[in-house]
């Protein structure tokens, strides 16, 4: 079994933690095990795409063919998918064809009844984004109605920038009230001195401060202390 895992991809340093969590492959059929790693190969899955899927998912053989074959056409026929932006997807949040699937739905149900997405925006954002498909709702909800109803942002715009619900909402709001203070919270990439989602989101605070904000670190700091 050991070689197994290690012939599979799984490193000697990467064993011990596999086997903690999931020590009970020990009782499983070798045999069934690969017929599961050839069904994955027939899928068009490389070696190096199993092994990052078996560390990051380490229940993944420990379920039937007929589990993994379902679990891919949910997603494919679900989100409407191609086959190879499925694979994609699975390659990159495995945990997709090992965990309950009553999140996805609901998210699912959220994003178009809830927050007004289209199917093809859905797929875009959750291309770009897996663990949306898997986030919390309320999170999900509570991000979305900063966004989209304070600051005044779009659904094309946010669509564009799904990195905005992978961050920590008291995030966005520090930045926006700071870049709102100073009057220059502008979201619209039509108008001037249009600020980024992405990067509102992502750059480290002296590139904010310096680059959107044109402010000095020490400012926004004193701002903060203000909310």
């Known amino acids: 079994m050991l070689l197994f895992l290690k012939d599979l991809g799984i490193e000697d340093t990467q064993l011990g933690p596999f086997l903690t969590k ?3 492959i020990f009782s499983e059929d070798l045999e069934n095990l690969k017929t599961r ?3 994955l190969q027939s899928k068009n899955f490389s070696k190096a795409d199993i092994a990052q899927m078996v560390r990051n998912a380490p229940f993944l053989l420990s379920f039937s063919v007929e589990r993994l074959d379902n679990r891919l056409g949910f997603f494919q026929k679900e989100l409407k998918l191609s086959v190879k932006k499925t694979r994609d997807l699975v390659i990159r949040l495995p945990r997709l064809l090992t965990g309950s699937l009553e999140p996805v739905k609901e998210n699912m149900k959220v994003f178009r009844l809830e927050l007004g997405f289209q199917q093809n925006e859905i797929q875009h954002m959750i291309t770009k984004i897996p663990k949306m498909l898997t986030a919390n709702k309320r999170k999900l909800t509570e991000t979305f109605d900063y966004v989209h109803n304070v600051m005044r942002v779009p659904h094309h715009v946010i669509v564009r920038f799904p990195q905005v619900f992978n961050t920590r909402l008291f995030k966005v709001k520090e930045r926006h009230l700071f870049l709102d203070y100073l009057g220059r919270a502008q979201y619209d990439p039509t108008e001037p001195n249009y600020i980024s989602l992405d990067k509102l989101v992502s750059v480290p605070d002296g590139i904010f401060c ?3 904000a044109k402010a000095s ?5 004193k701002f903060l202390k203000t909310l």
């Open 22 to 24: 999931n020590y009970a």
């Open 37 to 39: 790693v050839a069904y």
């Open 210 to 212: 310096e680059g959107m």
């Open 217 to 221: 670190i020490q400012d926004f700091e």
